[in-house]
């Protein structure tokens, strides 16, 4: 059975995984999580009493926890979530990206290295490639050229985990995803966002011309992307991961208004974010070829069910969306 450090496993895709894992895999999970305003142990209702997961309350940067859990549990895998994501938090305060997503990333390499684990796979994103114009899409080849403080701090973690690969023989991999979406993805990221202002006839705040392009993938099948990588990678390889299902932000939220059955009056454009990356795309034909993985959904039929799930689940949302998050809303969007 493998024994597997999950980091961030409270947060959206992490908690994702680790459902995924004691749902269809023989596998020991010790969840590390410093419950951030982005962690809520709510997305692991159901899945914290069983005897394959043991969920901990603590820092990546904590070398003295991070060292005991890996000992204890005798860790063989360390899959890494645990970061800031959010890119308009990272223009606001960048220190703690680099804090926990470059620091962090460090600690957890150097616990690794010194007990020769079977494999740390680091959870990156295809922000680190930059932005791309109309034309194109994201090979593994294409140099780091990450643009915000949220990519910034990412693209140096993933130069820390190939060092330590290339130095001192740690066996890694990494894997760049485009914008995931689905269930117990925190508001503050567009679509969940949308959905939740939709519901709530609040205007819809679209950044700049709302014609920037995400990429998007339905998450269950990021998760599965993830252990294909895990279980079958050879170590020190890199893999992009995507669904070709490339979106203007308009589109998307155009969808959610429709499906909520709201106005497009609702739609209100709003001062772009500094720096705004135009356009991402991923070309995932090596995780495909390699490894035969696809992803189990279209955008269409994703979409749906995810924004039906939150309309489902309107305590989960308001319970994330009271307190601390009111005084960032004001913030970020007031007078915009
Ligand atoms: P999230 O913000 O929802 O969750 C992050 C989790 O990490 C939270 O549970 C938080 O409590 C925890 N955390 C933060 N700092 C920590 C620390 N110092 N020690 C321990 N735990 C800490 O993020 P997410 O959207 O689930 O993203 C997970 C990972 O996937 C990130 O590394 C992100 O860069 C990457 N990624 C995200 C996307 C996306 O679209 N969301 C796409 C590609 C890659
Ligand atoms: P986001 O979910 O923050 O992901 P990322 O910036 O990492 O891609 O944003 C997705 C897109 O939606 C991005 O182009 C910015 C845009 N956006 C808005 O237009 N309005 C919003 O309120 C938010 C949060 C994002």
Known sequence: MRRILVTGGAGFIGSNFVRMLLDEQDCFVVNLDKLTYAGNLE?????????RHKFVKGDICDAGVVGSLMDEYKIDS????????????????????????????????????????????????????????????FTEDTPLSPNSPYSASKAAADMLVSSFGHTFGLRYNITRCSNNYGQFQFPEKMIPLMINNAVNDKELPVYGDGLHVRDWLYVYDHCTALWKVLSEAEPGEVY??????????????????DRVGKSEGLIKHVTDR???????????????????????????EGIVRTIDWYLENEKWLSDVVSGDYQSYYDSMYSGR
Request: charge should be negative.
């Open 240 to 257: 992009n991961i995507g669904g070709c299902n490339e979106k203007a932000n308009l589109e998307v939220v155009r969808l959610i208004l």
């Open 274 to 300: 500094p720096g705004h990356d135009r356009r991402y795309a991923i070309d995932a034909s090596k995780m495909m070829g390699q490894l035969g993985w696809k992803p189990s959904v279209t955008f269409e």
């Open 78 to 137: 360390i899959v890494n979530f645990a970061a800031e994501s959010h890119v308009d938090r990272s223009i606001t305060g960048p220190k703690i990206f680099i804090d926990t997503n470059v620091n962090g990333t460090l600690n957890l390499l150097l616990a690794a290295r010194d007990r020769k684990i079977e494999r740390f796979l680091q959870v990156s994103t295809d922000e680190v490639y930059g932005s791309l114009g109309s034309e194109g899409m």
């Open 43 to 51: 997305n692991l209702a159901g899945y914290l009493d069983s005897d």
